[in-house]
């Protein structure tokens, strides 16, 4: 298990990020300067998304003396790794790109401060309010090392169905609630010469993050939480077995667009654009990264995966995954304006500018209400807002990727015949009882 290394203890914080006592006496603790910036001293931010930059101006609206110019770099491995073994760290990195570094392996190091204080802080906007409180529910354990919470992940990902609004409203189709309403939906749209059903045979996950999503919205958090920790028989939930057979109904009705098995997820997403295919799984990033090809009258719009039934243990329940993850290095030069720079990014001004420029959502709430998005972001932070603490979350597939792997083959191979169901349960519990005794892998925990 890691070893929890506080650094950062209430108030206090301030006077273990700014040095030795041999320093200038630092400024004194405020709930406007909860960690006793330095108004004049720089923040060396390292960030891999030009948004990661967007609070630099917030902060130097407030610390005018303080130099904030962040620097973008997509590779930050080759970049910081050696700064990080030299002990002369950035401030503060949004760690994404194309080599992000292995915060596991910074764990293990004790290179990463735990960024708990930062969270009991009051907010940039409201003293009365402290940060967490300003937090989606569910979005921090992705952050949580055996209790510790050596990062925060900043990006909110709703996963849903999507769906063409001007079709539907061409056609009269309703949007499905419950699964028998999407069955009947699917051959509607069969007769109508559609492909009901697209997904990214190659990347069989799209499929897996329905299926469990499904479950949970059937029995309730403990089911994916039961996944994430290794339970034993985890995988032989009652409601995993209802959410397979449900899917497996796709295929026996003959309601999954031909080829679907074959295409990546850029071929997929092509055939549901062109309108060969009614519904497609995937995040909201599908929007930025199809925008080229997206025809203007198309209206995307996503809806939550529908329950089983009419009354699901969460019937606003949708799986939300929070990504992009900041960190404050243990040996940052200056780690108090590291912590005061993710306070200002957690800003509402900030965060609804990130939203309004890259076309994310982020884990502030109300960040992005008001503004003015097109009809496939709205849809997902209205069910984002609407979710509420019903938002699905699940750890297994960055704690595990290798197992998550395998679930998501198996997945994928039963949707296309080549698994009976309780093979598939079989296949995918045999792989989590052997990971759960493997002593070569760190285990994590949910509460």
Known sequence: MLTR??????????????????????????????????????????????????????????????????????????????????????DVVLN?????????????????SDLQSLLTAPSWDDPNTSVGDT??????????????QRSLNYVATVYGLWYSANLFQHNDWDVPRTWPELLALGTEMKAAGLGPFIYAGAHPYYLLEMV?????????????????????????????TAAMTAIGELSKRGLIATGAAEYDHIGSQKRFLALKA?????GNWLENEMKALIPPEFALTMTAVPALDGSPELARGLHVAATAPYLVPAKAKNGAGGFEYLRATLSKDVA???????????????????????????????????????????????WYPEFATTAAQATGQFLAGGLQLSEW?????????????????????RD
């Open 5 to 90: 290394r506080t650094l950062l203890q209430g108030v206090l914080a301030g006077a273990v990020l700014t040095g030795c006592s041999s320093d200038p006496a630092p400024p004194p603790v405020s709930p406007d300067n909860p960690f006793n910036v330095p108004a004049d001293a720089a923040v060396d931010a390292v960030v891999s998304e030009e948004y990661g930059g967007f609070a630099a101006a917030a902060y130097r609206k407030k610390y005018a003396a303080a130099a904030v110019t962040p620097t973008v770099n997509v590779k930050l491995s080759d970049a910081l790794l050696p700064r990080f073994t030299g002990g002369n760290p950035p």
């Open 96 to 112: 994404t790109g194309d080599e992000p570094l292995d915060i596991g392996r910074l764990v293990r190091d004790n290179q990463l």
């Open 135 to 148: 937090l989606l529910p569910g979005m921090l354990p992705s952050g949580q090392y055996d209790g510790s």
């Open 212 to 240: 469990l999503t499904l479950a949970a919205k059937t029995g309730g958090h403990d089911v994916v939480k039961r996944i994430d920790n290794l339970d034993d028989g985890a995988w032989k939930d009652e409601s995993l």
């Open 278 to 282: 009614g519904l497609l799984p995937c």
């Open 352 to 398: 609804a500018q990130v939203t309004s420029e890259s076309n994310q959502l982020t884990i502030v709430r109300g960040a992005a209400d008001g503004l003015e998005i097109g009809t496939a972001l709205r849809s997902a932070r209205d069910l984002l807002s609407a979710a509420g603490d019903q938002a699905i979350t699940w750890y297994f597939d960055s």
């Open 425 to 445: 349960t079989a296949r995918i519990q045999a792989a989590a009882d052997k990971l759960k005794q493997d002593n070569a892998v760190t285990k994590y925990h």
